[in-house]
Structures are given as structure tokens and as C-alpha cells.
């Protein structure tokens, strides 16, 4: 199993116009320079895309992706919706076959909301989009192996959070994205896994999103073997505050792909 982090950021913060003394990414760490949150896992012979940001073309582009089987949607926010019309270019991959969209009855709505054109069987014209939305249930069960879904507290909104289990090698991969917190559940299902990749805004508090040291106290509990964050604001330098860091945690980046 593998995922890419095909972009580890978010709308909130830019780097330019920031003037925080102390705070500031350094931009000359490439590291730095953060698209919005979107993720790509292959597990076995499957292609499963989280998120498509608003920067997902480029990200398909950069990190050339050319397949996806099964996409995942974790929430109806901006920054993780506003790319599936992008997802074009991969239902012609399929030949004209519409992709299984899961997500939340939220996120559904949302998409039916945006992309009305999109929701049909086969494309209205070639290289239209086309999307078979899909209620995501607790265990979704494929060849490659199993996907276990978990509600996370997001303010008003509940988070799509998303275990992969590789049925060939038992790997396990958790992917818990714009959260406050994990509930009992989402730590029983990861704890222990291979990789955990968590929500870890920014130093400060804030009211939907676990902040680094909250970060941290999670991945303490879940004892996984990896954790990587993600969803980091400007306020999170890549070299100064991977050094805080405990053994086992590091900060994610754009293009960084691990291999478990």
C-alpha cells in the first residue's frame, strides 16, 4: 500500500501576505509552498482518490496520476470539492463509465448541488464528468481490500474519516483529515496501524481543526507505527517545527509519497 500526498495545505493563511513575526513559512523550503488537502492511496491493484482540492489538475499532473477506481469525498467544504470537475479526464480512463463517489448524505448533497451535470450513468458528452454517488457505509469491502468509514467532529460538519485495510500484505492506513478531535471509534479502528495521517492546522487553537499539539496527543494515543500531518496553515515551517516533532510523527508535504 501507498499513498501520496498530492497536497497538504489549506485556504486558511497565506504565506505572502502573512505578518505573524516568528510564525512565517519559510518559502524558500519548497516544503512549504502547500496546495490544498488532497490524497491518493493505492491499495493492491486499486486506485482510490480522497479529496479533489481546487488545485487538483496540477496535483494529477505533478504527481502523475493516471488512474482512479474509487473516489472519496470526506466533506462538502470548498477546498476538498471544487476539483472533482477535474475528475473529467479519468472517467474517459474508465471509457465513459461513471466513478463511484462515496461520502457522507452531506457530502452528496453537496456534490448534487455543484455539479448537477455530473450525475448520470455515462458522461452527457465525451469528456464530460460523470459521478455514481454513493452513500458511504461503515465497511465498504473490495478485492484489493477493505475500507471501515468513521463520523469526526468538524464544527457543524462530521468528517469522513477513512481506514484502509490492504487485504494482501493486512497493512492498515488511517486517514483522518479536518477534524477537532478523534472519537472512540476512530481510535479503535487505527489504533496500532501501519500510517496514520492527521489534521494539524496550526499552533493556535481553533475551533474545528486539531491544532499540532493536539496532533501529537492523538497520534500518542493511536501508537501508530507512522503518523504523518497534513492540512497545515503558513504557520507551520517544515524544518523549524519538524524539529519539535516526536520520533515517529513528521510533517507531510506536497508530493511526498510513502510506501508501507
Known amino acids: 500500500m501507498e499513498i501520496t500526498f498530492m497536497g497538504t495545505g489549506t485556504s486558511q493563511g497565506v504565506p505572502m501576505i502573512a505578518h505573524d513575526p516568528g510564525q512565517e513559512c519559510d518559502l524558500e523550503d519548497s516544503r512549504n509552498w502547500r496546495t490544498r488537502t488532497s490524497a491518493h492511496v493505492r491499495m493492491g491493484d486499486l486506485h482510490l482518490q480522497i479529496d479533489a482540492a481546487p488545485e487538483f489538475r496540477l496535483q494529477c499532473i505533478q504527481n502523475r496520476i493516471d488512474r482512479i477506481d474509487l473516489f472519496f469525498l470526506t466533506h462538502g467544504h470548498a477546498d476538498h470539492i471544487m476539483g472533482m470537475d477535474d475528475l473529467r479526464r479519468f472517467i474517459d480512463l474508465r471509457g465513459g463509465e461513471a466513478l463511484p463517489v462515496y461520502s457522507t448524505d452531506e457530502g452528496l448533497q453537496r456534490v448534487a448541488q455543484i455539479f448537477p451535470y455530473a450525475i448520470r450513468p455515462k458522461p452527457e458528452f465525451k469528456g464530460y464528468p460523470a459521478f455514481a454517488i454513493k452513500p458511504m457505509p461503515p465497511l465498504l469491502e473490495t478485492e484489493a481490500g477493505t475500507i471501515r468509514y468513521t463520523p469526526l467532529p468538524h464544527g457543524r460538519f462530521q468528517v469522513m474519516g477513512l481506514v484502509f485495510t490492504e487485504a494482501s500484505t493486512g497493512q492498515r492506513l488511517a486517514y483522518f483529515t479536518d477534524c477537532k478531535r478523534l472519537t472512540p471509534e476512530a481510535v479503535e479502528l487505527a489504533r496500532g496501524a501501519d500510517l496514520v495521517v492527521l489534521d494539524a492546522l496550526r499552533p493556535m487553537p481553533h475551533p474545528t481543526h486539531m491544532t499540532v499539539h493536539e496532533a501529537i ?38 508530493g511526498l509519497k510513502v510506501v508501507l
Open 217 to 254: 496527543e492523538a497520534a500518542r494515543e493511536l501508537k501508530a507505527a507512522r503518523t504523518y500531518f497534513t492540512h497545515m496553515t503558513y504557520m507551520v515551517d517544515h524544518e523549524r517545527d519538524s524539529a519539535r516533532l516526536p520520533a515517529g510523527m513528521a510533517f507531510a508535504y506536497d
